[in-house]
Nanobody, 115 residues
Framework: QMQLVESGGGLVQPGGSLRLSCAAS????????MGWYRQAPGKQREWVAT???????NYTDSVKGRFTGSRGNAKNTVYLEMSSLKPEDTAVYYC?????????WGQGTQVTVSS
């Protein structure tokens, strides 16, 4: 069974940076779509970024120019470089992957932006 494991969350001051990492437990087949969602307290989960296996990226408007998604050299890994972080970026960030009709989710990692 495919598992996604995230790391890299934490507490950071406004204007700071963090890097999230996600690795899939299986690499037999390529996860063409990998990316990130987030869920802030009291809000619905929202899409943040998608990174295709070829490297193409898409972002939600609120993070464009501040967040950068990328795929790692290791198969089925994805990263999210977050800079110029704002308090409104505070959320649990979830790694997401899709292959065919199947979708997979990580357990989430907390990102808190506060002074």
């Amino acid at each position: 069974q495919m598992q996604l494991v995230e790391s890299g969350g934490g507490l950071v001051q406004p204007g700071g940076s963090l890097r999230l990492s996600c690795a899939a437990s299986q690499t037999i087949f390529t996860l063409n779509y990998m990316g990130w969602y987030r869920q802030a307290p009291g809000k619905q989960r929202e899409w943040v970024a998608t990174v295709l296996s070829a490297g193409t990226t898409n972002y939600t408007d609120s993070v464009k120019g501040r967040f950068t998604g990328s795929r790692g050299n290791a198969k089925n890994t994805v990263y999210l470089e977050m800079s110029s972080l704002k308090p409104e970026d505070t959320a649990v960030y979830y790694c997401w992957a899709k292959s065919g009709v199947f979708q997979y989710w990580g357990q989430g990692t907390q990102v808190t932006v506060s002074s």
